[in-house]
């Protein structure tokens, strides 16, 4: 049975440091190319990162450039995102989710058909 499942988030101060986790079952994360996602009640849900399948290339939004990372550990079948520098902006619910293996576009999720549930991020002093 597919199955996505997100962890780590949480209430964090400005500048302070989470990492995600999405941990996969039914499914080889380096088979796939796999992505962080974020929506805030009233906006349009947008890429954070993905990283491809195979060569794990990745992408980043730029907002989040230079402050988080995706990585993948395959021995685990999970896919991390550390967080560092985290802003206000940052405050949303974190989705991952894995591509049909027919093309994606990480900027807004396209291509991508198997979704966790989701893991609330907050950065508030």
């Known amino acids: 049975q597919l199955q996505l499942v997100e962890s780590g988030g949480g209430l964090v101060q400005p500048g302070g440091s989470l990492r995600l986790s999405c941990t996969v079952t039914?499914?080889?994360?380096?088979?796939?190319?796999i992505g962080w996602f974020r929506q805030v009640p009233g906006k349009e849900r947008e890429g954070v990162a993905c990283?491809?399948?195979?060569?794990?290339?990745?992408w980043y939004h730029d907002s989040v450039k230079g402050r988080f990372t995706i990585s993948r550990d395959t021995a685990k079948n999970t896919v991390y995102l550390q967080m560092n520098s985290l802003k206000p902006d940052d405050t949303a619910v974190y989705y991952c989710?894995?591509?049909?293996?027919?093309?994606?576009?990480?900027?807004?999720?396209?291509?991508?058909?198997?979704w966790g549930q989701g893991t609330q991020v907050t950065v508030s002093s």
């Open positions: 989710a894995a591509d049909s293996g027919s093309g994606y576009v990480c900027y807004d999720g396209s291509g991508f058909e198997s």
């Open positions: 990283i491809s399948s195979g060569d794990g290339f990745t």
């Open positions: 039914g499914l080889t994360v380096e088979a796939h190319g």
